[in-house]
């Protein structure tokens, strides 16, 4: 006899902010349905507000299972992590859920209470907040730290992006040792369909045949400063023009520092780099995988990370990678060139190094497509494991 699949319910993973979060959770309803419909049956749960921004792209996702009810706005943050927080439970969120059968429920930036009444995955992306503090203001630092302290008191199953960020996890909170497991997230999307649009990139966006790719949104810690650096270097030594200019996306407001994109783009103007450090704007998703997969090579110079999802893309189309000498770079693309993400001289040679090897050769879209498949089977394997573990065995909240 065969069992029925677990359902599972996500809440909206902020869009407007974070988009790589909204990616993730579409990414992840996407694997669900194309290759766990058997096991795990995905819900989606949206205040009318959300519901009436992201509802119709995500329903498709789910088969049309989404939960929109007024109790749901924002869950588990706000005055409702308070009444949370005292009570043990979001008890209005918990029958929202329970009336639509749902088993499980997917935590991620809130906190649902320590008795929420069914099993809870939370999601704990990274740890940038203990490596580094000064990028956090001291109740933005407690607001992370105590809640992540909550869920791993209350007896969540803990769901990590990367071994790396596990190791975090165990040397920051010990006890949450043997309470997590890691989900590493693939992209799921139709390789051949961003592929071969290199002409089209060019002419939509004026670029020449071969340029870099750095995708990454305006926040300190991308540390975009670190390319005009290099790019200064490569100028005084007059070979900035035998270095292919660097193509930017992605948002430009950094909350915690508001002036940051303006500052950049005025160092730009003044070194005289425009033709060499070019953004293009909040492009359309589909026009950021094409300008990926056109890339002679995309470079991430940030100083920390979780999983990356341009990383992950760039995998999908076998774009060659230059990134910031940390650990979880080193274990999400090893095959990398590597460099240190304070150091203008090493990453201007790393620029040289990329500039000078030959256009780059893609493979056949078999190749891709069967390494695409591996890492998807290995995204669902963990995620339904995960899964699996949260509705098998409910840890009891500790009492130290």
């Known amino acids: 006899m065969t069992s029925r699949p677990i359902k599972i319910a996500f809440p909206l993973i902020s869009r407007s902010t974070w988009t790589g979060g909204y990616v993730y959770l579409k990414n992840t309803l996407s694997l669900i349905a194309s290759r766990l419909s058997d096991n795990l049956e995905a819900h989606v749960f949206l205040s009318p507000e959300e519901n009436a921004k992201f509802g119709a792209e995500l329903s498709p996702l789910v088969a049309g299972r989404i939960i929109c009810n007024p109790d749901i706005a924002v869950s588990g943050r706000g005055g ?6 005292v009570t043990g439970t979001d008890a209005k969120l918990l029958s929202s859920l329970q009336e639509k059968g749902v088993q499980a429920v997917f935590e991620n ?5 320590a008795r929420f009444g069914m099993p809870v995955v939370s999601w704990m992306p990274d740890f940038q907040h203990r490596h580094m503090p000064h990028m956090f203001g001291r109740s933005g630092w407690w607001r992370r730290e105590l809640g992540f302290k909550l869920q791993i008191k209350s007896g969540r199953t803990l769901m990590l992006s990367s071994f790396s960020a596990q190791n975090d996890l165990e040397k920051f909170y010990p006890q949450a040792l043997g309470k997590s497991e890691v989900v590493r997230f693939a992209c799921n999307f139709n390789i051949a369909e961003y592929l071969g649009r290199d002409e089209e990139m060019r002419a939509v966006y004026g670029l020449p045949e071969k340029y870099f790719f750095l995708p990454n949104q305006f926040w300190q810690h991308k540390n975009h400063s670190l390319v005009i650096e290099a790019l200064i270097l490569l100028k005084r030594t007059s070979v900035l023009q035998t270095i292919p200019p660097i193509v930017l996306t992605g948002q430009p407001k950094d909350p915690r520092s508001p002036n940051h994109f303006q500052n950049l783009m005025g160092n730009v103007k003044d070194a005289g780099l425009g033709g060499h450090f070019r953004y293009l704007g909040l492009v359309p998703y589909d026009h950021v995988l094409s300008l990926n997969a056109g890339s002679q090579r995309m470079i991430n110079p940030s100083f920390f990370e979780g999983w990356s999802t341009p990383i992950e893309e760039a995998k999908a189309f076998a774009t060659p990678l230059a990134l910031s000498d940390i650990p979880i770079h080193r274990e999400q ?12 001289e090493a990453l201007a040679g790393v620029l040289k190094e990329a500039a000078a090897m030959p256009p780059r050769n893609t493979g056949s879209l078999a190749t891709l497509q069967a390494a695409q498949d591996a890492r998807l089977t290995e995204h669902a394997e963990s995620l339904l494991r995960t899964f699996r573990r949260a509705t098998s065995a409910v840890d009891k909240p500790t009492s130290d």
Do not use: V
């Open 80 to 85: 409702k992590l308070l009444r949370s927080l």
């Open 333 to 344: 693309a090893p095959d990398a060139l590597f460099y240190d993400p304070h150091s203008p």
């Open 109 to 113: 930036a809130s906190f649902y209470g």
